[in-house]
């Protein structure tokens, strides 16, 4: 299911028009992120968490050379599906 899906799904699901689902997914997305950057975790009860796990800088090797590399630290966004989720997969 991609992007334009999900609006679909969402605008069935609802009753909502097309237009207020692409509105609705948008803000979900935009608050999710938002909240990540902010170093907030996002918890969804019975679905899952969101969250942003810190790398630290480390040296790796360039495949073609074999070459050491830097490799930059990073923060990665995170998804653990919670209990709910597992259980409706399964």
Do not use: C, Y
């Not at 909502?16 to 997914?25: E, G, H, I």
């Not at 942003?52 to 966004?77: D, F, H, L």
């Amino acid at each position: 299911m991609n992007k334009n899906e999900l609006i679909g799904a969402v605008a069935e699901a609802s009753g909502l028009t097309r237009n207020d689902a692409t509105k609705a997914v948008e803000g979900v997305f935009d608050a999710i992120t938002a909240a990540l950057k902010a170093g907030d975790e996002v918890r969804l009860v019975g679905f899952g968490t969101f969250s942003v796990a810190k790398r630290k800088a480390s040296t790796g090797r360039n495949p073609r050379t074999g070459e050491p590399m830097p490799i930059k630290a990073s923060a990665q966004p995170k998804f653990k599906a919670g209990k709910g989720l597992k259980d409706a997969v399964n």
